[in-house]
């Protein structure tokens, strides 16, 4: 189940989310997928992404389990110039392989549909094989390689999904 979280307006929302994300954010290794000077998100941070993602047109929704658990969240990002990007995409390491991740990404894409958007762009680093094997699979196409943008010289990929025009 995908549940959008409000977590600048919800103190539930904000206690689990935070949690959620700090747990996926400390699996050893991941940060290299997700920051560029490659250094840790600490609870300062996260807390002021959660309390500002509003003031940023950023959103958040995740995938729960059965037992209603966060196993996964999606971030994106909506601007009328930039377009609509989807910033992250965490699953923990215990539930991958499940469909949470594709879950996420779908209703990513089907949330740009609705707001009008035509295309969703992605950025990652070219060593995260999981979330390019994904992007590939859900049809979102290389668009350009961004050299050198990692402390150890990685080069990010944007990749783009194009939507279905409604009309």
């Known amino acids: ?6 977590p600048a307006e919800n103190e539930k929302h904000f206690a689990e989310l935070k949690e959620a ?40 929704a995740v995938a729960r389990n059965e037992h209603g658990m966060i196993v996964g969240l999606v971030i994106t990002k909506t601007d009328l110039v930039a377009g609509f990007e989807l910033l992250g995409l965490l699953v923990d390491r215990a539930h991958r392989r499940a469909g949470a991740g594709r879950a996420l990404a779908e209703y990513a894409f089907a949330r740009a549909a609705e707001q009008g958007y035509r295309a969703v762009d992605l950025h990652m680093f070219a060593d995260n094989k999981p979330m390019l094997a994904l992007a590939i699979d859900l049809d979102c196409r290389p668009i350009d390689i961004l050299h050198h943008r990692r402390a150890d010289g990685m080069d990010m990929v944007r990749l783009r999904k194009t939507l279905q025009d409604k009309s």
Request: proline content about 9%; cysteine-free; aromatic content about 10%.
């Open 1 to 6: 189940m995908i549940e959008p979280m409000a």
């Open 21 to 60: 994300y700090l747990a996926m954010l400390a699996e050893p290794g991941l940060i290299n997928f997700l920051s560029s000077p490659m250094r840790p998100f600490d609870d300062a941070t996260v807390t002021h992404w959660l309390r500002t993602h509003r003031q940023d047109n950023i959103d958040y």
